[in-house]
T-cell receptor
Framework: DQQVKQNSPSLSVQEGRISILNCDYT??????FLWYKKYPAEGPTFLIS?????DKNEDGRFTVFLNKSAKHLSLHIVPSQPGDSAVYFC??????????????FGTGTQLKVEL | DGGITQSPKYLFRKEGQNVTLSCEQN?????MYWYRQDPGQGLRLIYY???????QKGDIAEGYSVSREKKESFPLTVTSAQKNPTAFYLC?????????????FGPGTRLTVT
């Protein structure tokens, strides 16, 4: 049962253009969402997050949009750069008993930014 | 330099052997996590620990065991009962409670069992 879905396994974009990565979720109890970036043979690194009380969060070239009614979020990268080529994972937080956070990850989208 | 270390980066074992993967953090985080990554499946949670001497099963705990005797360390043992142990294993940590949702990941260990 995939509660966080990234339906596009890959995306190719030209340098300087906008990259839009999409993510859908099914669990309405998720209240916090994160995007991670991962290079091959390395651990994921945190990119940007958004709380369910907001619909947009921006950090430099990265903006995350959240549409709670549609259970959909997206990551926009503008302008895209070759160094952005990586796998991007969407993740959602479900609070666990006793505090702490349990991340549920999507399957990832491989972004390739071409010159 | 604060961070999470995992060792070794590559590990090879024969089928039927138990193997322990190391994870150490000096971020003073209370919570630690183990994930495995398989092609096309994203990251799946194996075990997590919110505090020393306590841990809970994640979504795919069968065939794995953990211990949390120290705050800094959360080793994962892949037992011979794990039917498909070859994977990329990632350790992560975070502050406990509701302080932050962000988890910091180590560089990973690629385990190959033949």
């Amino acid at each position: 049962d995939q509660q966080v879905k990234q339906n596009s396994p890959s995306l190719s974009v030209q340098e300087g253009r906008i990259s839009i990565l999409n993510c859908d979720y099914t669990n309405s109890m998720f209240d916090y969402f994160l995007w991670y970036k991962k290079y091959p043979a390395e651990g994921p690194t945190f990119l940007i997050s958004i709380s369910s009380i907001k619909d947009k969060n921006e950090d430099g070239r990265f903006t995350v949009f959240l549409n709670k009614s549609a259970k959909h979020l997206s990551l926009h990268i503008v302008p895209s750069q070759p160094g952005d080529s990586a796998v991007y994972f969407c993740a959602a937080i479900g609070r666990v008993t006793g505090g702490g956070n349990k991340l549920t990850f999507g399957t990832g989208t491989q972004l390739k930014v071409e010159l | 330099d604060g961070g999470i270390t995992q060792s070794p980066k590559y590990l090879f074992r024969k089928e039927g052997q138990n193997v322990t993967l190391s994870c150490e953090q000096n971020l003073n985080h209370d919570a630690m996590y183990w994930y495995r990554q398989d092609p096309g499946q994203g990251l799946r949670l194996i075990y997590y620990s919110q505090i020393v001497n306590d841990f809970q099963k994640g979504d795919i705990a069968e065939g794995y065991s953990v211990s949390r005797e120290k705050k800094e360390s959360f080793p994962l043992t892949v037992t011979s009962a794990q039917k498909n142990p070859t994977a990329f294993y990632l350790c992560a940590s975070s502050f406990g409670g509701l302080q932050t949702a962000e988890q910091y990941f180590g560089p990973g260990t690629r385990l190959t069992v033949t």
